[in-house]
């Protein structure tokens, strides 16, 4: 194990100090960021850090809503994975670890690696690993065991997913760990893909959460940005715009800056020639359905008269069988 050790650590320093490392892979940059931004070395032997305590406890509730969109979708996930000897663990943007799942039988195991709440797992603290890599990249990423850059962590394979706030801010990663020997990269590739599903849905329920008084709209993803149901708009009564996601952010062309001034839904929809006849077709469209098509009942609820109701119907195009 320690001539495996050296073997790396030799392996990464002279893939960094080749000149042209950082272009040839997206691997080889972080490994560069690690040695020569961070100034790391990956054979150093030092006790890891983390955080406990107040601190810890303060980090906690500053991600109160984070935590609980997604604390269901973390035990469903270590539901899925737990029983393979896989943690689930949920860091915030330094790559402080908020949450973990472990089996009991690997909870010494992954607690002598680090992956515990309050371990520190940014790219500044441990060099190339799958939470802070993700962070730093801002994708999803999967780091196998001798792609870390560290020597000490060549024992963990690690696969991860960013995690996007309700504004479309990157506030966490989410990983699933192995440190099994016959956990593979077809194995690595299947749970990869259960990571990113969960942090989509941790997402989803994050904006969900955070406009449970609008109505959730989904937006089809033009763009190809691999939304995947993400593209979501939070609407208000007045069919004005208050939020989005960012896979709708991306779709819509809609940037980064919260709706200080919610903007017409059909408008951000690309349809500006919606206008007040679309609305008041709505309206007594909506009217119509709940009377069951009977225009008397329809307008009684509108409290306008009836004859008043058959001219808006024929003014805008709508008849009741509609």
Not at 93 to 98: E, H, P
Not at 176 to 192: D, Q
Not at 249 to 274: H, I, K, Q
Request: charged share 25%.
């Amino acid at each position: 194990m320690a001539s495996d050790r050296l073997n790396h650590s030799d392996r990464v320093m002279d893939t960094v100090k080749r000149g042209n490392a950082a272009a040839t892979s997206s691997l080889a940059a972080s490994w560069c960021r690690s040695a020569l931004h961070h100034g790391l070395d990956p054979a150093a032997s030092r006790t890891r850090e983390r955080i406990g305590g107040n601190m810890l406890a303060g980090l906690r509730d500053s991600n109160g809503e984070l935590l609980a969109a997604a604390t269901p979708v973390l035990d469903q996930l270590f539901g899925n994975v737990g029983r393979t000897g896989c943690c689930v663990v949920l860091s915030d943007i330094d790559g402080v670890v908020l949450e973990a799942r472990t089996g009991a039988g690997d909870s010494p195991l992954f607690d002598a690696i680090g992956l515990v709440p309050g371990g520190l797992w940014g790219e500044a603290a441990e060099g190339t690993n799958g939470i802070g890599t993700c962070l730093v990249e801002q994708r999803p990423v999967t780091i196998l065991r001798h792609e870390h850059f560290a020597s000490r962590n060549i024992g963990v394979s690690c696969m991860d997913a960013p995690v996007f706030d309700p504004e479309g801010h990157l506030v966490a990663a989410l990983d699933v760990s192995s440190a099994r020997a016959e956990h593979g990269e077809a194995t690595a590739a299947l749970v990869a893909a259960l990571v990113q599903d969960a942090a989509r849905q941790i997402e989803r329920d994050f904006f969900c959460m955070r406009y449970a008084a609008a109505r959730i709209v989904y937006s089809p993803d033009r763009n190809g940005n691999g939304g995947r149901g993400l593209a979501l708009l939070a609407v208000d009564r007045d069919d004005l715009v208050i939020g989005a996601t960012r896979a709708a952010r991306l779709t819509l062309g809609l940037g980064n800056r919260p709706f200080e001034r919610p903007r017409p839904l059909a408008d951000v929809m690309g349809d500006a020639s919606s206008g007040f006849d679309d609305s008041e077709r709505a309206v007594l469209r909506q009217a119509l359905a709940r009377s069951g098509g009977n225009v008397t009942r329809a307008a009684r609820e509108l409290r306008i008269g009836r004859a008043t109701m058959y001219r808006r119907m024929e003014r805008v195009g709508v008849s009741p069988n509609q």
